[in-house]
T-cell receptor, first 112, second 112 residues
Framework: NAGVTQTPKFQVLKTGQSMTLQCAQD?????MSWYRQDPGMGLRLIHY???????DQGEVPNGYNVSRSTTEDFPLRLLSAAPSQTSVYFC???????????FGPGTRLTVL | GQNIDQPTEMTATEGAIVQINCTYQ??????LFWYQQHAGEAPTFLSY????GLEEKGRFSSFLSRSKGYSYLLLKELQMKDAASYLC?????????????FGAGTQVVVTP
């Protein structure tokens, strides 16, 4: 099993550009989530999904969209990148959401 | 979200014992996770406490007191590889199962 995979590992964007961060898991987990991690602030939940076709907002959803068309994939879209979105983004999955979460390796995003 | 407090940094010598505290507001508490995160890597699961008491896993133990809003992670026989950030995360009753609120993390520095 590859576990949770994320692409790309690094990305530089200009203000106003859009892009999609990819996340996939091969463990048949129902629950998936996206976090951002900024220095001194810990991990903050952006969006999450409890199963295919079901998504909901987390703590900091503004500027981001998600969809969950399959159990395996949970992409995160930045609609119009802003410097405030410079961060490390982690995707995570969990069998049911009640269990431990397995994290992907992260995407380091810089918005100029 | 409610406040989750951890010390920013702790320094200890190889072979020593380190206790990392995490405090939170007791109202609406549902459970507490501890994760380890090495620099530049993804968080990995260490423990989950929902009932009062101590749970031991090898050199690592986690303690919870629900009534006091307090947990600690105990690292025994400290090794150089234990140098990492330790994240406390709380699940609240009002949130869906998978939603976690993370503290800012405690950086553990290990000296020879």
């Amino acid at each position: 099993n590859a576990g949770v995979t994320q692409t790309p590992k690094f990305q530089v964007l200009k203000t106003g550009q859009s892009m999609t961060l990819q996340c996939a898991q091969d463990m048949n987990h129902e629950y998936m989530s996206w976090y951002r991690q900024d220095p001194g602030m810990g991990l903050r939940l952006i969006h999450y999904s409890v199963g295919a076709g079901i998504t909901d907002q987390g703590e900091v959803p503004n500027g981001y969209n998600v969809s969950r068309s399959t159990t395996e994939d949970f992409p995160l879209r930045l609609l119009s990148a802003a410097p405030s979105q410079t961060s490390v983004y982690f995707c995570a999955s969990s069998p049911t959401g009640r269990d431990e979460q397995f994290f992907g390796p992260g995407t380091r995003l810089t918005v100029l | 979200g409610q406040n989750i407090d951890q010390p920013t940094e702790m320094t200890a010598t190889e072979g020593a014992i380190v206790q990392i505290n995490c405090t939170y507001q007791t109202s609406g508490f549902n459970g507490l996770f501890w994760y380890q995160q090495h620099a530049g890597e993804a968080p990995t699961f260490l423990s989950y406490n929902v009932l009062d008491g101590l749970e031991e896993k090898g050199r690592f133990s986690s303690f919870l007191s629900r009534s006091k809003g307090y947990s600690y992670l105990l690292l025994k026989e400290l090794q150089m590889k234990d140098a990492a950030s330790y994240l406390c995360a709380v699940r609240w009753e009002s949130d869906s199962w998978g939603k976690l609120q993370f503290g800012a993390g405690t950086q553990v520095v290990v000296t020879p």
